[in-house]
């Protein structure tokens, strides 16, 4: 068999033909020119055996010369003569070569030639041409085509890792009379390659099949992927090949289907998985055709694997534990992975929920820290899910989650008691394993019941107010029009009044006290004192943060700017509860001015201007200005309001008022402005100073 054109060698064993002798009366000398080893060869010197057939009907006859021509005994000529199957002789005569010679050179068989079986005797000639005994050989001659044969490829595809078996179609009858001989075979890619080198003929070499005409099956070795042509021609026994190769075309397909298993978790499962195979094959495909044809199968832990035909299969994995799955395929060409490189997947099942508990006790520096731990012998905590929650004791309502940080097996949640009213609560702690599985507990490690009572840390007490650590007072009064004041010094932060008016502008004191509600002192404590300014202020809160004396009071000064609600606040920590107090008021008077441009008014005369401004530290001047009050009075008469202004965006205003009535006349009138309340304006109404003008 020839692959790409290439010939495959061998070797032609040369066998001696059978020689048979006449026979010859007398044992004169002349008996003694008898050829010795007669062979018959083809037109290129290639000797064969007495059964072997040719192509053409031309020979080379030789021989070895008889001893008795090296003792002196000449020889003179050689002769030989050709018969048919019959004995009749052909040609016009003998063929005589004069002379000592050892072959004849171009022994041919007359036309008309019919293939067929020929007999050639062979003689020489001594002195006198006496003429020695005959030798006799067979010519076996064939030069008929034996008729064209087809290849056989296998049906479908091969398979990478096997051998292509191609059967060789028989040629039609009748047969040439040589049989035979077997098939010649080529196989290439498509380039178009021959199995014999010679156009009518092949060589023994080319013959791949030698047996003869039932000799028809060839394996053709492992050949590479894709698709290969196989070529194929009959050869007779004379080694004429038939007219025109017959041809088939093989498809290879060395490549493994591609699997892929879906179900598996990358994690553990909680339950029975069911995973599934499916394969793919670009080549031969994974069309289910019968028990023989393509399968997708699954092995689990070593079992015997389930296979069902056709590109997928499934399977249900169950127990606890880790578990083996493989899983392949085999295509329509048969390729089928080795058992040692089957791809693997691992699947993990944990079913029983892990165990949940609270620690023994809860940790005295940190009161409110509520901690447990989780455990699971198997597919062990999950990292990244777990909950805490509290809820009232012995009530029926949810619990409520608590923030929870999960730090490998353990959960751990602050539990705000600042925030929940006094009183036992029940806590739940829910954990979960990296399968799904979920377990809440409301016990400690020791299986006792975690309730604690609230509030869990020590309690904290602040009373503060206006003034320093004393606050001088005046209580003023009125009596029968007269007004009379007492000074009045109070030192407790809880006895002061919880509203105080102060001028524009001014700062003020404000301190406390931060204790344990035992009485005991709190100091070095952070302490944030809150003032919530009233509606116009910016900004509307401001925050300072005091750090308590050793005896627990603190101290700051309250800075200038509008009205606002002051509160001591203390954060609480981790082992004192949160707490405030001294909730007060601080009534910041408006800032209003005002003059006048002269302090007489001629009667009838230019008129008297009135300006001044509102201050406006800590807030903004609403858009479109402050309304302000002009209000005046005389001797013995109540004030009364003449003309509202509106201030501009700075809070200036200016008024123009001419005195006409000549009853003004020699009358000292006072004159001043008002800031009335406003809903977004942070201070309190406030009147300026009086300015006097005289009428003239």
């Known amino acids: 068999m020839k692959r790409a054109g290439c010939s495959l060698l061998a070797a032609?064993?040369?066998?001696?033909?059978?020689?048979?002798?006449?026979?010859?009366?007398?044992?004169?000398?002349?008996?003694?020119?008898?050829p010795i080893q007669l062979q018959v060869k083809d037109s290129s010197g290639i000797a064969g055996d007495a059964n072997r057939w040719y192509p053409d009907n031309s020979f080379i006859l030789s021989w070895i010369r008889p001893p008795i021509a090296e003792q002196g005994f000449p020889i003179t000529a050689a002769n030989y003569r050709l018969y048919n199957a019959a004995g009749s002789a052909l040609g016009e005569g003998d063929v005589r070569s004069p002379g000592d010679v050892t072959h004849f050179g171009d022994a041919r068989i007359p036309a008309p030639v019919d293939p067929g079986v020929y007999r050639v005797d062979v003689w020489l000639e001594g002195i006198e041409a006496q003429p020695g005994p005959r030798v006799s050989a067979t010519l076996r001659f064939d030069d008929a085509r034996p008729g064209p044969v087809r290849p056989l490829p296998p049906a479908g595809w091969v398979a990478g890792n096997a051998s292509a078996i191609v059967a060789i179609e028989h040629p039609a009858g009748p047969q040439p009379v040589s049989g035979i001989r077997g098939y010649a075979v080529s196989v290439d890619r498509g380039a178009g390659s021959l199995p014999c080198a010679g156009s009518d003929r092949c060589s023994l070499a080319e013959t791949d099949l030698r047996g003869g005409v039932a000799d028809d099956r060839i394996s053709l070795g492992f050949l590479p992927e894709g698709v290969n042509h196989v070529r194929a021609v009959a050869v007779s026994g004379s080694g004429k090949r038939?007219?025109?190769?017959?041809?088939?075309?093989?498809?290879?397909?060395?490549?493994?289907?591609?699997?892929?298993?879906r179900g598996a978790p990358s994690s553990w499962a909680s339950g029975p998985v069911r995973v599934t195979a499916s394969s793919t094959d670009a080549l031969s495909g994974m069309a289910a055709n019968g028990p023989s044809g393509p399968f997708t199968a699954i092995a689990v832990d070593g079992a015997p694997?389930?296979?069902?035909?056709?590109?997928?299969t499934d399977a249900v994995i169950a127990g606890e534990g880790t578990h083996a799955v493989a899983f392949y395929a085999r295509d329509a060409a048969g390729n089928l992975p080795d058992e040692h490189q089957l791809p693997t997947a691992a699947v993990r099942i944990d079913e029983t929920p892990p165990q949940v508990?609270?620690?023994?006790?809860?940790?005295?520096?940190?009161?409110?820290?509520?901690e447990a731990i989780v455990a699971d012998r198997l597919s062990g905590p999950d990292p990244a899910r777990g909950s805490i929650a509290v809820r009232p004791a012995h009530s029926r309502q949810p619990f409520a989650r608590l923030p929870t940080t999960v730090s490998g097996n353990r959960l751990v949640a602050r539990w705000d008691s600042d925030s929940f009213p006094h009183g036992n609560y029940e806590f739940s702690a829910t954990g979960y394993d990296a399968a799904g599985n979920a377990t809440s507990s409301e016990r400690r490690g020791n299986g006792v019941r975690l309730?604690?009572?609230?509030?869990l840390k020590k309690p904290t007490a602040i009373a503060a107010g206006f003034g320093g650590r004393r606050l001088i007072w005046h209580r003023c009064s009125r009596d029968k029009g007269q007004r009379r004041c007492r000074r009045e010094e109070i030192e407790a932060f809880e006895r002061r009044p919880k509203t105080r008016a102060t001028p524009y502008g001014h700062s003020l004191a404000y301190a406390g006290g931060l204790s344990s509600v035992s009485g005991s002192p709190l100091g070095g404590q952070?302490?944030?004192i809150v003032e919530i300014f009233s509606a116009g202020a910016d900004p509307g809160q401001r925050t300072t943060t005091v750090e308590t004396a050793p005896d627990g009071t603190f101290l700051t000064r309250l800075e200038p700017g509008p009205s606002r609600r002051v509160e001591a606040v203390?954060?609480?920590?981790?082992?004192?509860t949160r707490g405030s107090g001294g909730k007060v008021r601080l009534q910041v008077l408006g800032d209003v001015r005002m003059h006048a441009s002269s302090s007489t008014a001629r009667i009838g005369g230019a008129p008297i201007v009135f300006s001044g401004g509102v201050g406006d530290l800590g807030a903004s001047i609403p858009t479109g200005g402050r309304p302000v009050e002009l209000?005046?009075?005389?001797p013995g008469s109540d004030w009364s309001e003449f003309r509202t202004v509106q201030s501009d965006a700075h809070g200036h205003f200016r008024y123009r008022y001419a005195f006409t009535d000549d009853d003004s006349r020699g009358i000292r009138f006072q004159f001043r402005a008002f800031a009335p309340a406003q809903d977004d304006w942070p201070y309190e109404p406030a009147f300026s100073r009086p300015v006097l003008v005289t009428g003239r």
Do not use: C, H, W, Y
């Open 12 to 34: 032609l064993a040369i066998l001696a033909a059978p020689l048979l002798v006449s026979d010859s009366a007398g044992a004169d000398q002349a008996s003694q020119l008898l």
């Open 570 to 576: 203390f954060a609480g920590n981790r082992t004192l």
């Open 451 to 455: 309730v604690l009572a609230n509030p």
């Open 305 to 312: 694997p389930k296979a069902e035909p056709g590109a997928s």
């Open 631 to 634: 209000q005046f009075r005389f």
């Open 357 to 370: 508990a609270f620690v023994a006790a809860q940790d005295p520096a940190e009161p409110e820290r509520m």
């Open 242 to 261: 038939s007219l025109e190769s017959g041809s088939a075309i093989v498809r290879v397909d060395a490549t493994l289907p591609e699997v892929t298993l």
């Open 526 to 528: 952070p302490v944030q």
